[in-house]
Structures are given as structure tokens and as C-alpha cells.
């Protein structure tokens, strides 16, 4: 698939096994705290939707997507260090979104480290709305960060809309 906007070139396609290495290398080369290599052979053996970034044919990010019935979750999205700031995470987040909505789900949820103002501003440019916090999700150098819970409705393929501010529900249990 042609990344939109992008130049010739550019593409998205599914992720297979002989990607682990490229995979591993930007999440190694972009998290502090990265995924094994089993972690993403899980990823690919139980059937997530696990995709690549292609720039002038080198792996150059990825995304992954679990769905279970409505529901669908973005496990990880990582674009190389280097290769940021040109839209290719706007590009993967919307491969994402659309994988999201072939496979039936009406919701698409995320987390993100409270201290990735990056990453929250794109969510955020993708009609993603906080839901909740989850304490001490992340490893961080000192200890544990939080995460901010994110989502978002999924609507009809086309030009990503805004999304209605979820409505909170309280657990119990």
C-alpha cells in the first residue's frame, strides 16, 4: 500500500517473520525499555495485525494491532528515531485505524506514556480522547510511569473525524 503523501517509494505492508530483525533494531533504537524478539514473534504467531514502513526499502516503522470482536487495541507503534518528523507515524497510525475497521472493530484504544508529547498530539490530531490512567504501567528510569488510556470510535474509512468523548464507566469490583 502507497503511504499517502508520501514520496514514491513509501509503503505500508504486513509485517512477516524476516522483518523481526528491522523491527527489533527501531524499537531497541526508539524505547528505553523495548520489546524481545519473542514479544514480537508473539505478536506475528498469534495473528495480530503486525505491519511495516517501507521508505525507499528500508524498514522504517511499525505498527501493531490487536482485535477481539468490536474492540481493537494498537499494541505498539514505533517509527526509527531518525526517521521521525515526516508523517510516518501519522501514516502507520492511520494503516492502523483502517486494519482496525476491516476487522470489525468500533473501538480502537491505545496507551501512551504520560511524558510523550509526541505521540500525544498525534493521538490526539487522530481524534483519540483520554479514558483513563493507568498508575505505574510503564518502566521508567526511575521506577514506573503512567500511561494515559486513549480511544476513539472507529467511523466509516475516509478523512479520520472527530470522535465523541467517550463517556466514562466506573468499575466495580
Not at 527489533?24 to 495485525?49: K, M, Q, T, Y
Not at 487495541?73 to 492502523?96: F, H, I
Not at 521506577?143 to 465523541?164: K, Q, W
Request: with cysteine; charged share 25%.
Amino acid at each position: 500500500m502507497s503511504v499517502p503523501g508520501r514520496p514514491s517509494g513509501s509503503g505500508i505492508r504486513t509485517m512477516g517473520r524476516a522483518d523481526l530483525d528491522s523491527v527489533l533494531e527501531i524499537e531497541r533504537a526508539a524505547n528505553a525499555f523495548p520489546w524481545s524478539r519473542e514479544i514480537f514473534a508473539d505478536c506475528l504467531r498469534v495473528g495480530h495485525a503486525c505491519s511495516v514502513l517501507e521508505h525507499e526499502g528500508a524498514v522504517e516503522g511499525f505498527g501493531i494491532l490487536e482485535v477481539r470482536g468490536v474492540e481493537s487495541r494498537v499494541l505498539n507503534l514505533c517509527v526509527r528515531p531518525r526517521a521521525q518528523g515526516r508523517g510516518l507515524g501519522r501514516a502507520l497510525l492511520t494503516a492502523v485505524i483502517d486494519a482496525a475497521r476491516r476487522r470489525g472493530a468500533d473501538t480502537l484504544t491505545l496507551e501512551v506514556r504520560t511524558t510523550n508529547g509526541i505521540a500525544r498530539r498525534l493521538y490526539a490530531s487522530a481524534g483519540f480522547h483520554e479514558v483513563g490512567v493507568r498508575r505505574g504501567y510503564y518502566p521508567a528510569p526511575r521506577g514506573r510511569e503512567d500511561a494515559l488510556v486513549l480511544a476513539r470510535t472507529l467511523a466509516a474509512p475516509g478523512p479520520l473525524p472527530e470522535s465523541p468523548r467517550p463517556r466514562p464507566v466506573r468499575l466495580t469490583g
